[in-house]
């Protein structure tokens, strides 16, 4: 699996990045549906200790902080966070690894970093020749 360098952004490309989670997530938490129109987090699936970074596809909107609500839900159950796609391994690409998503009516998809996702993988881009 390639692994893509991590990407940091800060100022308005941060801005554009969350409002591209926020709408994908229609305003509420990835993982329980709830609205939400303050008090709730952006979660990195691959956490940015393992090496993740602020792409689209690594962002999710959860109620909650790193602590309480589902995002502390997700931080605090690693093994079920995993199988649900909410925490992604260090050496995983999270654009590759599906995560069950609310707004997806609960079904395993992938997540892309233009703000949309697909219940198919996405496609390897063909290897240039040398």
């Not at 792409?55 to 959860?62: A, I, Q, T």
């Not at 602590?67 to 654009?95: I, K």
């Not at 995560?99 to 609960?106: C, D, K, S």
Request: with cysteine; hydrophobic share 30%.
């Amino acid at each position: 699996m390639i692994n893509r360098p991590a990407i940091a952004y800060s100022g308005a490309a941060l801005r554009q990045r969350n409002i591209k989670i926020d709408r994908r997530e229609n305003q509420s938490c990835a993982r329980c549906g709830k609205g939400i129109w303050e008090n709730g987090s952006r979660h990195h699936r691959k956490y940015k200790s393992r090496g993740g970074g602020d792409e689209v596809s690594n962002g999710l909107l959860m109620c909650g902080s790193g602590t309480t609500g589902c995002h502390g839900w997700a931080h605090h159950h690693p093994d079920l966070a995993r199988e649900a796609g909410f925490a992604v391994n260090s050496w995983e690409d999270p654009a590759l690894v599906p995560v069950r998503l609310y707004m997806a009516g609960g079904r395993l998809v992938y997540l892309d970093d233009e703000g949309g996702w697909s219940e198919h993988p996405p496609v390897a881009p063909e290897p240039v020749a040398a």
